[in-house]
């Protein structure tokens, strides 16, 4: 067991928990299906789509946001959303290097046996 996780995580997987931790609502997987490649959509864009109100899709926005997952640029009074591709191939190369990590370690296990 890796004990040494208990307590806190490693600091470079903070990044990586907060895009998780993001994507782990079903609405902000929605969202982020909405946009075409290079695509930016408004709040007004967005909250069209959901039967939900503006200020949940506004939170929602938040948390992408905060993680890095999409960026805000602003026109005028109206803010444009883009999604942020790097900081979702990052967690995922992460993720990727650490199971590939156990595998090694198990198919060295299971050599020497």
């Excluded at 290079?38 to 905060?66: N, P, Y």
Aim: glycine letters at 4%; one cysteine or more.
């Amino acid at each position: 067991m890796r004990t040494e996780y208990i307590n806190r995580l490693p600091e470079d997987w903070l990044p990586t928990a907060r895009v998780f931790s993001a994507l782990g609502e079903a609405t902000r997987q929605q969202i982020l299906l909405l946009f075409e490649p290079g695509e930016e959509l408004s709040i007004k864009d967005i909250s069209a789509m959901f039967s939900m109100g503006r200020s949940t899709i506004v939170h929602h926005l938040s948390v992408l946001q905060e993680a890095g997952i999409v960026a805000v640029r602003r026109q005028g009074r109206q803010a444009l959303y883009s999604i942020c591709y790097e900081p979702l191939l990052e967690s995922l190369e992460k993720l990727r290097l650490y199971i590939e990590s156990d595998l090694d370690i198990l198919t060295e296990k299971n050599a020497t046996r």
